[in-house]
């Protein structure tokens, strides 16, 4: 404990050890898939939660969904039969229970609507996503053009979700399906609207050279019709199988409190390791392509949805990219989700038509705290293998610190200036947010000479 607490009397030493750099806002996103299905984004309760996340980028309209997504057609303008003919698996039950969902609740007009409302709110930026399968090439033009008329500024938009898996590989769809549909559908783009990037899905690494991802990478990495390639990240800590960034079918490792602390170890391999291996592997792929990361989060389950392990890798997430050299290509990205019905995936879940808010809504809520100020400049630190800090600064000026401590021990740093410490922290790793005993979130006045850093915690002083 002593020791512990002595290495970490440095933690304000950073300034001319590390350097500085201006991150990226495009990196605090926000995919809206089924959010205009299940809520009404208009309401005043709804726009005050938004409020408090201030987003940057919201992503319009999801991946599965976008993909067979119709413009001006009811609600996100499904096809049944289109559905059924491309795309094998869970989806087309899903996609049966969201238009279901949207007659029952009579919504009639396109979600686009819902969602210029909501991005002009938020004063936030757009990524599209193109429905590259079945939608006319006029009509994909016709979105951006509506978008781009309210006034919202258009990142770029993404050609197609997630195309590269085997429930549309069992469909027929192949690579050279892919690169003509995408390539039209880019250079039309580009035609129209000059200054809109577009991006291209690159499947899922692997090195064997015979398998269907490894021909699919290979083949776009020679072409050029494209500004950026689209990856999709959930970082798998349960053992079992998975699909799609959900937990299928999951294996029992133990009681909670020791499962717990595998699944933390294997949270920091894949920052410390994997994680960096598999961008610097797409790197080298693509020669260096600009990386939009347009769905991320923890693999949820029903082991570590809503648990304070997924806010705090959450918010370790955010801070790693906009601080590591390792990330450097990613720039932008959207997590996974806004609002839905899944329990552990979105920031809110509707259920028995009543809104839960879970356990990452507290540390985004804390992180809009540097995202949508002015760009400061930010340095990273590794105190020990389980304790993070990040340093902000303005013009050379220390402004604020945020700490992230997956350690069981408490420790403290000094005061010097700062006056206010936003913490985020339970007992457990397994503790889930809930109406009656919810993760702590707690903003105080500094008023001792040293800082507490509480163990499993996220830590703001300013």
Known sequence: MIRFWLLCLNILFVNSLYTQETYNQNIFGFATSNTFTFFDT??????????IISPQILRFPGGAVGNFYHFNKPAYGMKIKEIDSLIAGKFPKRARGLISYSKKKRHTNNYIDDFIALAKFSNSRTVLVANVLTEKTEDILSMIQKIKDSGIEIIGVELGSELSNKSYFDKGFLIDDYIKKSELISNAIKKSFPKILTAVVAAPLLEDENHR????????????????????????????????????????????????????????DFFNDSYPKEIKNYNAIF????????????????????????????????????????????ELTTFHNLAGRDFGG???????????????????????????????????????????????FKSG????????????????????????????????????????????????NIETERILIKPYSLTLVE
Do not use: C
């Open 42 to 51: 208009r309401s005043d309760d709804f726009k005050e939660k938004i409020k």
């Open 213 to 268: 991802h490894y021909v699919w990478n290979k083949k776009l990495s020679l072409l050029s019709f494209y500004d950026a390639i689209i990856v999709h990240s959930y970082a798998k800590v349960v053992k079992g199988k998975d699909q799609y960034g959900q937990m299928i079918l999951e294996e029992d490792e133990g009681d909670k409190e020791p499962s717990f602390f595998i699944y933390k170890k294997r949270l920091l």
């Open 287 to 330: 020669d260096d392509t600009p990386i939009w990361i347009t769905e991320w989060n923890l693999q949820y389950s029903k082991k570590t949805g809503n648990t304070l392990l997924q806010g705090l890798f959450v918010a370790n997430y955010f801070l790693e990219l906009i601080s590591s050299s390792d990330y450097k290509s990613i």
């Open 346 to 392: 979105s920031i809110f879940q509707m259920k028995n038509n009543k809104t839960y808010i879970q356990s990452t809504f507290y540390p985004i809520k804390l992180l809009s705290n540097i995202f949508s100020n002015d760009k400061l400049e930010v340095s990273s630190k590794k105190l020990t293998d389980e304790v993070f800090q990040y340093s902000f």
């Open 397 to 444: 000026e220390l402004k604020k610190i945020i700490v992230i401590n997956w350690n069981d021990n408490e420790f403290f740093i000094d005061k010097n200036s700062f006056q206010k410490k936003t913490e985020y922290y339970s007992k457990y790793l397994f503790d889930l947010n809930s109406e009656n005993e919810g993760l702590n979130y707690k903003t105080s």
